[in-house]
């Protein structure tokens, strides 16, 4: 019912920069929340920056003043722009949004898209 699709993930070398985008689309009346995370190999799922549902943001602190999300809500699209890559950004970063499909109670899900591999190289 909803999708999500990410892009903009590449291989850069450090010090580089990369810009992440998620587009939703499908059956959705609003978006909660939205955010990214990234998985590196070997470890687990970790937050890297969202929207949360009230609109603040939230960053690990890892990419603090190195990546800022921005947001599109006519687009339904949130961006990632990560500057000062360090080969410790490598991973694949996920996009995850917490939909409203419906209007009665229950009619939130959180969907999540394919990934794009980001590799920042040293």
């Known amino acids: 019912q909803v999708q999500l699709v990410e892009s903009g993930g590449g291989l850069v070398q450090a010090g580089g920069s990369l810009r992440l985008s998620c587009v939703a689309s499908?059956?959705?009346?609003?978006?909660?929340?939205m955010g990214w995370y990234r998985q590196a190999p070997w470890k687990q799922r970790e937050l890297v920056a969202e929207f949360t549902s009230i609109g603040s943001t939230n960053y690990a602190d890892s990419v603090k003043g190195r990546f800022t999300i921005s947001r599109d809500n006519a687009k339904n699209t949130v961006y990632l722009q990560m500057n000062s890559l360090k080969p410790e950004d490598t991973g694949v970063y996920s996009c995850?949004?917490?939909?409203?499909?419906?209007?009665?109670?229950?009619?939130?899900?959180?969907?999540w898209g394919q990934g794009t591999q980001v590799t920042v190289s040293s």
């Open positions: 499908g059956r959705i009346v609003s978006i909660n929340a």
């Open positions: 995850n949004a917490h939909v409203i499909i419906g209007y009665g109670l229950g009619s939130s899900y959180s969907y």
